[in-house]
């Protein structure tokens, strides 16, 4: 999976019309042979694309990214100063997704048909359908500039300096330097960003779970565990939500990969310094090197995504077993 | 089982669009790339019903012209997926074998890949412009096709009337043009259907970051992306928003309106 992930990204890299050399340097410096040719020496770009593509394997088995031609950094580097600042938005964003879509698609198959029924159909319905480009913008023009609840955009105030990095979430980080306010300064600068991320996936999850819980009201167990005279809340969580839920996980996992896309629209609106930002730089410079660690770091997270899914499985579900 | 009345406001919504889009030229009070500076950034009037923008053009124009723009750039973009997909997921299910391994290898590794991400990178590789979009939305998508169809296949083939054509000695293409295609067809043009409004809304998501027609076009994302540095000017970001938030969730309605009632076996997706 991860070989593919290099093989497609390299693949897209040479099959380009456009050439790396220009968009770095620039027209006047790819005028000069000179300059062109001691930056394809040095970038590797006079070898062949099958020894390109061999070097750069080689390297990457060896734990070395490159360099990217446009921030000049090991591209390693630039990884893990951002990935942290991504992963904390998305898993934030997830959260929130979770946590509001299920309990909503579960009220709603219960009450079917009333008031919060309607309401949640119509959340979902907006959620999958809302730009989140538009959304953030908007959020930004009530939150920040109208009531002012918000700080502008960005991962901290400038007034106050990062802690020490050491896992690279600045919520965690700042609470093992033992600086609270900096915690809270960060956890208002996550909240609007995250938010505006977890539309989507709140729409999709409460949707399906509304769906899902649906199907198991109409199974016969439940209507044995309504027989045996359990209460209604106890067939409702016991019976039929967790039996709900086995769809509902799968998504959450494929939809991982649907966030990550999000998070480069929405770290360009609230200047987040993350992943998605530098994706999205170093895509549009054609900085291949630093597009290849990306594609594999994002490759990697949806893997283990979905690893953590069929974790999940056994636990809401005892009789499938991980490893089957 | 009849249509509810919400699909039916919003098979309304899909066709008042497509004509505003069809009739924009004449509908539109202004010329959408007259500059009047004097009477930049002003707010909704009389004059401007939703305002104008920093270089002082009416945005209800540029709107309207927009929709000249996302409507057929989102049909195309899953005309074109649906398309690919089909046939590669449809030769995958009907041939099988070597084939079916190698692209259901390749579409699983383009699953895993990031769709924003991949489009990024195409559309910065092919330059930017609204073609390149639209190939770039094309790319990132037929994988999905392309695994929906193969399943299809898979089904259809293994059906009575088609083992009976089988039997009765009708070649592969024929059983391919005249038995599988018309039995999948209806499911990939629901599938499309819902996928519409996901297309505009990628389509504004890369003009909004850059990667679509130039700033001075009229387009939906692009007008988004020209409100960022004016947030106090809340009409020129919001309006094409409510455009593009209309425009989706009438598609969307209609699509699963579509989904229930030609193919309930598509519910749980």
């Keep these: 999976m991860l070989v593919g992930i290099t093989l497609l990204t390299f693949l897209l890299s040479h099959a380009v019309p456009a050439d790396p050399v220009t968009a770095s340097l620039g027209e006047q410096a790819a005028a000069d042979p000179a300059v062109v040719a001691a930056f394809r020496r040095e970038w590797g770009l006079d070898r062949s694309p099958p020894e390109q593509y061999a070097i750069y394997l080689w390297n990457l088995v060896r734990g070395n990214f490159g360099v990217s031609i446009s921030t000049r950094q090991p591209v390693w580097l630039d990884l893990r100063q951002r990935f942290p600042a991504t992963i904390e938005l998305a898993v934030v964003a997830m959260t929130l997704s979770i946590l509001l879509g299920i309990p909503l698609g579960v009220l709603s198959a219960v009450k079917r048909d009333s008031v919060i029924d309607q309401l949640t159909r119509v959340v979902s319905l907006v959620g999958v359908s809302v730009p989140i480009f538009w959304l953030g913008l908007v959020a930004l023009v009530i939150f920040y500039a109208g009531l002012g609840w918000v700080p502008p955009p960005g991962r901290l105030s400038a007034t106050l300096t990062a802690p020490p990095m050491v896992t690279g979430f600045l919520l965690v980080d700042s609470l093992l330097a033992g600086r609270p306010a900096v915690a809270l300064d960060a956890l208002r600068h996550l909240t609007l960003p995250a938010a505006v991320l977890s539309t989507y996936n709140l729409g999709?999850?409460?949707?399906?779970?509304?769906?899902?819980?649906?199907?198991?009201?109409?199974?016969?167990?439940?209507?044995?565990?309504?027989?045996?005279?359990?209460?209604?809340?106890?067939?409702?969580?016991?019976?039929?939500?967790?039996?709900?839920?086995i769809p509902v996980v799968t998504v959450i996992g494929l939809s991982f990969g649907r966030l990550l896309s999000g998070t480069v629209i929405i770290e360009s609106v609230f200047a987040w310094p993350g992943l998605g930002l530098y994706a999205f730089r170093t895509a549009t410079s054609l900085d291949f090197p630093a597009i290849m660690g990306v594609g594999i770091v994002v490759a990697t997270v949806y893997v283990v995504a979905n690893l953590l899914v069929d974790i999940a499985y056994a636990l809401i579900d005892p009789r499938i077993q991980v490893g089957q | 089982m009849k249509a509810s009345p919400l699909a039916v406001a919003a098979l309304a919504v899909v066709s008042l669009w497509l004509a505003l889009a069809a009739a924009a030229p004449l509908l539109a009070p202004y010329e959408p790339l007259r500059q009047d500076i004097v009477g930049r950034l002003a707010g909704p009037s009389a004059a401007h019903w939703l305002g104008t923008d920093a270089l002082g053009r009416d945005i209800l124009s540029r709107i309207l012209h927009g929709a000249r723009i996302s409507i057929p750039v989102g049909l195309a973009a899953v005309v074109l997926a649906a398309l690919l997909g089909a046939l590669?997921?449809?030769?995958?299910?009907?041939?099988?074998?070597?084939?079916?391994?190698?692209?259901?290898?390749?579409?699983?590794?383009?699953?895993?890949?990031?769709?924003?991400?991949?489009?990024?990178?195409?559309?910065?590789?092919?330059?930017?412009?609204?073609?390149?979009?639209?190939?770039?939305?094309?790319?990132?998508?037929?994988?999905?096709?392309?695994?929906?169809?193969?399943?299809?296949?898979?089904?259809?083939?293994?059906?009575?009337?088609?083992?009976?054509?089988?039997?009765?000695?009708?070649?592969?293409?024929?059983?391919?043009?005249?038995?599988?295609?018309?039995?999948?067809?209806?499911?990939?043009?629901?599938?499309?259907?819902?996928?519409?409004?996901?297309?505009?809304?990628?389509?504004?998501?890369?003009s909004f970051l850059g990667l679509g027609p130039p700033p001075e076009v009229p387009e939906w994302g692009s007008m988004i992306a020209a409100g960022r540095n004016y947030l106090d000017e809340w009409w020129i970001a919001t309006f094409p928003g409510l455009a593009i938030l209309s425009l989706t969730i009438a598609f969307n309605v209609v699509g699963d309106s579509l989904r229930d009632l030609l193919d309930p076996r598509l519910r749980k997706l």
């Design chain 2, 88 to 206: 590669v997921g449809g030769l995958a299910g009907f041939v099988g074998r070597r084939f079916d391994d190698l692209a259901m290898r390749v579409t699983d590794l383009m699953l895993a890949f990031p769709t924003v991400i991949l489009a990024l990178v195409i559309t910065a590789a092919l330059g930017v412009g609204i073609r390149n979009a639209v190939i770039a939305i094309m790319i990132a998508w037929w994988p999905t096709y392309a695994r929906f169809v193969r399943g299809l296949v898979l089904a259809v083939r293994e059906r009575e009337y088609v083992q009976v054509a089988y039997a009765l000695g009708a070649s592969d293409g024929r059983i391919l043009c005249r038995y599988v295609a018309p039995n999948v067809a209806s499911s990939i043009v629901v599938l499309a259907t819902l996928d519409v409004g996901h297309a505009i809304l990628t389509f504004a998501s890369l």
């Design chain 1, 204 to 245: 999709i999850l409460a949707r399906l779970m509304r769906g899902s819980t649906l199907d198991i009201l109409g199974e016969d167990y439940v209507r044995t565990a309504r027989a045996k005279g359990l209460a209604e809340k106890e067939v409702t969580l016991r019976h039929a939500a967790r039996n709900a839920l």
